[in-house]
């Protein structure tokens, strides 16, 4: 059986422009491993052992801590301890991230999910040495946790496609701008609160994931470099800021192809345009 589900594993993997999917499976992988481990550490009397190498893996919000293990930076953005932690990060992440991976390509949810959790993880430290209001907690606070990195998707997906809505059980249809709105609202309202540098970090993925929308509505990629980046560990040669697919993104359509994408929406719906079609939809409307 641990085969076939490892089998599984690796043909999900295997699968070109599914870093949606790999991004989950890193999470969950992750998760289910760093248990594995903690189980057997607790049980055996070496929990303090435990918690000396999570902590290496969190992100602090000391600096004179942070310069010893400058990798937590990326680490504590895959990092949860909680079921129910990761349950929503993951779900948010999936229902979210698939609208960015449809509509704009694999590279556009990749760079919003790292982006966003450097740039949570940066100003969450940065905020707690700077306010004081912070300062008695930088000593002993740790980050973990998707939020900073599905936040920035979650916001750039609002950002791409305000009016799209999810069907909400016992409420209906719902715009997701008001949706992301929402758990922006809400994560700032808390930044005083128990969990103040996890709703710090939110915002700082929420406001990437913004910027990075409007950048790229405007033809500039911000996360060109880091993509470019990972794949050099993959050996690839990049030449194009997107996917393959996503090479004519920001080519100019004529009119007479935007109206027959319409004519294609109003005979088959929205659902039935290609992921080119639906590009070309966007920069046209963009534009007026």
Do not use: C
């Not at 993880?121 to 939020?147: C, D, H, K, T």
């Not at 949706?179 to 808390?190: G, N, T």
């Not at 915002?203 to 405007?218: C, S, V």
């Amino acid at each position: 059986m641990a085969n076939f589900i490892i089998e599984d594993f690796k043909n999900e993997w295997r699968k070109k422009n599914n870093g949606l999917i790999k991004i989950i499976l890193i999470n969950v992988i992750l998760f289910i491993g760093i248990s594995f481990i903690q189980v057997i550490m607790t049980i055996s009397g070496l929990s303090s052992f435990f918690n000396i190498f999570i902590n290496k893996l969190m992100l602090p919000a000391s600096f004179n801590i942070f310069i010893f293990q400058p990798w937590s930076i990326i680490t504590y953005f895959f990092l949860h301890l909680n079921f129910m932690h990761i349950l929503w990060n993951m779900l948010f992440l999936y229902w979210f991230g698939k609208i960015i991976q449809d509509n704009i390509g694999n590279n556009a949810l990749i760079s919003l999910y790292v982006l966003g959790g450097i740039i949570g993880g940066l100003l969450f430290m940065a905020i707690y040495n700077i306010i004081p209001y912070y300062g008695e907690r930088v000593p002993e606070s740790l980050m973990l946790g998707a939020s900073a990195g599905v936040f920035s998707v979650v916001v750039g997906s609002a950002t791409l496609l305000p009016n799209y809505s999810f069907y909400l059980l016992l409420i209906g249809p719902v715009r997701i701008k008001y949706i992301a709105l929402f758990y922006v609202l809400l994560s700032f309202f808390d930044v005083a609160g128990s969990n103040a540098g996890g709703e710090i970090a939110h915002m700082g993925g929420a406001i990437i994931g913004y910027i990075y929308i409007k950048k790229l509505q405007n033809g500039i990629d911000i996360g060109q470099g880091l993509i470019n980046f990972i794949n050099l560990f993959n050996n690839k040669q990049v030449s194009e800021v997107r996917d393959e697919k996503d090479t004519n993104i920001f080519e100019e359509s004529s009119q007479d192809e935007i109206d027959k994408i319409l004519d294609k929406i109003s005979e088959s719906g929205y659902s039935s345009l290609s992921k080119d079609e639906k590009e070309r939809l966007f920069n046209a409307s963009k534009k007026k």
